[in-house]
């Protein structure tokens, strides 16, 4: 974005006179365009005032600079952090995870601030935070409820509220109704702002402010705001467009299989699971198997990891397995009961196994010292070894 002001004073960033542009967004993080008339060096958190009204954000070092004795400089809002690669995390609560608590820890991690947070959804009771950057998945816990930078450098996860500003404190210069386009002259910065609803004797009813610019020139400021026709088109309209587009090339639900290994298996039959890919995170799931079935397994196992419905929500461990990758069967499968029943469920047999006979008591007839005689014999030893049809240590059941 290339500075339009050619006035210095109407801008002032860290107590230099400046020019500049200051976008603010329906959605996401406002950012300004900032040329200093000299060389002067400026990182981190610095406050942009415009006519009387700051702006807290961070100085964004990619796009700042010096050139032929002119300092450049993008500040974003906040933390300028919104943007930052996060790793991937596993979370856990059996009562139900809050979308707010994987919100709040982001911010945390990369040094930004949440005011209000309005969604109170929930996530599940595990949830897989993908490695991917801070602000989607901010807009993933948000649950569709839009975020934005306020000026004191704040993150707020809430709908902006639509007010009416003085009719006196501004005026409607242009206004092109097929781009939805105004300019709008001000003298107080704090007039307008997002979902201000607009009217003027040069156009019929009401329109809102979804997204403006502001800048300066002469001794006056300027703002250039898009007035869409609806809130549901009151986003970023470039950032629209690239999202639809990202979409059809990436859909962010999870159809894939993800290879885990079973790092350790809790008392409540939940797995332990590392990934085997360096591109999937560290989980706990519930244990899978057909309804009535509960298997046991070793730890070390490779077991298949999918997500119902591609919701990274609702995890389980698939039954299909790839021999091509030794995947382990089960230490014991337990059929009908779960991890509670698997101790005390009674052994099954095979064909071939050894086990243990019951010799009953026998009845005698023969002779004793030539005399006939009849009786009962009680073994001393009432067992003997014998093969079957059934006898396994590898699979129980219920009784």
């Known amino acids: ?72 400089y993008r500040l974003v809002g906040g933390a300028n952090a919104w943007g930052r690669k996060i790793p991937a995390q596993a979370y856990h609560n059996d009562g139900s995870l809050k979308a707010s608590r994987v919100a709040l820890d982001v911010a945390k991690m990369i040094g930004e601030k949440i005011g209000d947070f309005e969604p109170d959804g929930q996530l599940g009771s595990d949830y897989v935070r993908r490695e991917t950057a801070a602000s989607q998945a901010l807009e993933y816990c948000a649950q569709g409820t839009p975020w934005w930078v306020d000026f004191e450098g704040v993150t707020q996860v809430k709908a902006r509220a639509p007010y009416v500003p ?14 939805q386009f105004a300019t709008i002259a001000i003298d107080d910065p704090q007039v307008i702002g997002i979902g201000a609803q607009l009217t003027s004797d040069r156009f019929t009813g009401t329109l809102t402010i979804r997204e403006y610019s502001i800048s300066a020139h002469g001794g006056s400021i300027d703002v250039h705001a898009w007035l869409g026709a609806s809130a549901d088109t009151g986003h970023n309209r470039i ?35 590392v990934a085997v890919s360096d591109r999937a995170p560290v989980r706990m799931v519930s244990n899978f198997a057909p309804a009535g079935v509960y298997a046991e397994m070793s730890p070390g196992a490779v077991v298949l990891l999918e997500f119902l419905e591609g ?23 337990t059929l009908g009961g779960g991890p509670k029943d ?12 050894e086990v243990d006979v019951l010799l009953p008591p026998a009845v005698f007839v023969g002779t004793v010292g030539g005399a006939p005689a009849t009786g009962a014999i009680i073994w001393s030893a009432p067992k003997t070894l014998g093969m079957i049809a059934v006898g396994s240590t590898k699979a129980g059941v219920v009784l």
């Open 1 to 72: 974005m290339t500075p339009r002001v050619t006035d210095l004073g109407a801008f002032e960033l860290a107590g230099h006179p400046c020019t500049g542009e200051l976008h603010v967004p329906s959605t996401g993080v406002w950012i300004a365009d900032i040329e200093l008339a000299e060389a002067t060096a400026l990182t981190g958190a610095q406050v942009l005032m415009i006519g009387g009204a700051s702006f807290t954000g961070t100085i964004d070092p990619e796009y700042s600079g010096t050139f032929a004795g002119v300092a450049c």
């Open 166 to 179: 003085d009719p006196s404190k501004y005026h409607v210069v242009t206004y092109d109704p097929i781009t």
């Open 239 to 273: 950032a629209q467009l690239m999202a639809a587009h990202a979409k059809r090339a990436i859909d962010e639900r999870l159809y894939v299989r993800w290879r885990y290994r079973v790092d350790s298996v809790s008392g409540d039959g939940r797995l332990n699971l």
């Open 311 to 333: 919701n990274p929500a609702l995890p389980v461990v698939s039954p299909s397995c790839d021999t091509r990758d030794q995947f382990a069967t089960p230490k014991r499968l």
């Open 342 to 353: 698997s101790d005390s469920a009674a052994d099954v047999a095979f064909k071939g196994a």
